[in-house]
């Protein structure tokens, strides 16, 4: 939908811009075809992702990135100019709260959840249990 706004302002929002920088159209047409290829490639981890450890581990994975990015944009560019982008106490407690969970989902033990889900499939044997 951005190009519906973009391109009847074209000449002032993209092509004068790029008349007062060094950069040239094929410049710009490099970085797309670069973002479009990470982000088809970061789909496709994604997928995988999800198809082999299912949407809980794909949501905490999300989840640790979103805190990651929070916590490095604070970082990198926070300025008296930009204060919107500083870490505040808020946005700190919610990457450590994110974090925390992060880090209890990764350390529970997975035996228990292996014996809960083989005893919902019929015709399963939870490990600890013998068939009667």
């Known amino acids: 939908m951005q ?20 950069l040239s159209m ?5 970085f797309y075809m670069t973002l479009g290829a990470i982000f088809t490639f970061h789909t496709f981890v994604q ?7 299912g949407a809980q581990a794909l949501g ?7 805190s990651v990015i929070l ?18 106490l808020t946005s700190v407690a919610s990457a450590l709260t994110v974090s925390a969970g ?3 989902w990764t350390l529970a033990p997975k035996a228990a959840a292996k ?14 249990k013998k068939e009667e």
Not at 3 to 22: G, K, M, S
Not at 26 to 30: L, N
Request: charged fraction near 15%.
């Open 3 to 22: 190009i519906l706004y973009t391109w009847p302002r074209r000449q002032e929002l993209v092509l004068d811009f790029l008349a007062n920088t060094t």
């Open 26 to 30: 094929s410049h710009v047409a490099t």
């Open 47 to 53: 997928g995988k992702v999800l198809e082999i450890h």
């Open 60 to 66: 905490i994975v999300n989840a640790m990135r979103s």
């Open 71 to 88: 916590v490095v944009s604070g970082v990198m560019f926070c300025s008296p100019t930009n204060p919107l982008a500083c870490l505040t």
């Open 102 to 104: 992060v880090l209890m």
């Open 115 to 128: 014996a809960v889900s083989a005893e919902e499939e019929p015709g399963k044997t939870a490990p600890d």
